[in-house]
């Protein structure tokens, strides 16, 4: 399955630099506001180690990561959502994305143009209120446009008309969509508007080098916000991460343990947004590759196989599954099939994180 993060921010929060750290790319960067007019995309490997470990057991001529799609998109300013600083253009690329990284200012660099103070609290309802007027309009219309049939008694409308009225009373009164409780049919009425403030949100604090245990002030700010939100935060430093990710490797173990760095801040990133969107990951391995496949938990066999391919979740027989700790325990997966820990499971089986699978399909 395909993921789409899109990386948002008040301008020179350094969501450009966060870019560059997630792809290792030189993105420009500029030390004044409005410096990007179009969003930057690329593809980024999701890191995991499994990869190598199931590598060190079973040959193979490829490994394959798995993958998010990450942009970056320019800076929001006020009056975005009625097209100010070609917002509407931006809130395009906006609507099109799974999750949200909201990257927010917690450092001082007089170097950095900025009006104001850094003010962390200020910044996150600034961009908020943009994107909720955003909502507000596009659930006005949709509120406009059904009622014209519920009064000629359409039952669906009547019920989207329901469904929009509560969330532009919602967005009225200041509160993102994400944080209200939704039924599936009101989540599946809502869906076809690609509302923003149902996106779900990670929230990043850009922190100084001299606060990476994230103890400043600002920092609490923005895991309080996160926390109110009902959403997670994460703290790193764009720049040292911008460093480190164009070091060699060799180099950047020895800085990272100058600094007491024990990881980088992308895989905590990633793996943050992976716990944020609930998915989880499998792999299947072979003489041809070994790769990493996103799923949502919860999914089952089935559907963990269409993510291979479409026609596989119809076609589903059975799949031979064990884990990667039992490839690292008994060595191969025949040793593994003869210690009797390789299951055999139906079309009923829930994926579990880490699973090794072959499946079985029907043509």
């Known amino acids: 399955m395909g993921l789409t993060c899109g990386i948002v921010g008040l301008p020179n929060s350094g969501k450009t630099t966060l870019f560059n750290a997630f792809t290792a790319s030189r993105a420009d960067r500029a030390v ?13 490997e999701v890191p995991d180690e499994r990869l190598e470990t199931i590598h060190g ?46 990257v927010v200012r917690c450092f001082k660099n007089p170097d950095v143009v900025r009006e104001g103070a850094v003010d962390p609290a200020h910044d996150m309802e600034e961009l908020e209120l943009e994107l909720a007027m955003a909502d507000l309009d596009t659930v006005t219309r949709a509120h406009e446009r059904v009622s014209k049939k519920a009064r000629a008694g359409d039952k669906q409308a009547i019920f989207e008309q329901g469904v929009f009225a509560r969330a532009k009373e919602l967005l009225e009164d ?56 009902g959403s997670q ?22 800085f990272q343990r100058e600094l007491a760095i024990p990881e980088l801040g992308m895989p905590r990133l990633i ?60 060595g191969s997966e025949a040793a593994i099939k003869a210690a009797g820990k390789l299951r055999v499971e139906g079309r009923d089986y829930v994926m579990r994180e880490g699973d090794v699978c072959h499946f079985l399909v029907s043509r």
């Open 32 to 44: 004044y506001p409005f410096s990007t007019t179009e969003a930057s995309e690329a593809k980024v």
């Open 57 to 102: 057991f079973i040959e193979t001529e490829r490994i394959v990561p798995a993958a998010v799609d990450v942009v970056d998109i320019p800076g929001l300013v006020t009056g975005a959502s009625t097209g100010k600083g070609l917002g509407n253009k931006f809130l395009g690329h906006i609507k099109e994305c799974d999750a949200l990284l909201h």
């Open 174 to 229: 200041g509160t993102q969509l994400r944080q209200a409780e939704w039924s599936k049919v009101e989540a599946q009425a809502l869906r076809p508007l690609f509302l923003i403030t149902l996106k779900p949100v990670l929230y990043v604090a850009n922190i100084d080098q001299d606060d990476l245990a994230g103890e400043s002030a600002w920092s609490v700010e923005v895991r309080a916000h996160a926390e109110h939100m």
């Open 233 to 254: 935060s994460i703290e790193l430093c764009g720049d040292l991460e911008c460093e480190l990710v164009n070091m060699e490797p060799d180099d950047r173990a020895e």
């Open 271 to 330: 793996r943050a947004t992976y716990h944020l969107l609930g998915l989880q990951t499998f792999f299947t391995a072979g003489p041809k590759e070994i790769r990493a496949w996103t799923i949502r938990k919860g999914d089952t066999g089935p559907l963990a196989a269409g993510v291979i391919h479409t026609d596989f979740e119809k076609g589903y027989v059975r799949a031979e599954v064990y884990s990667v700790a039992d490839l690292v325990e008994h």
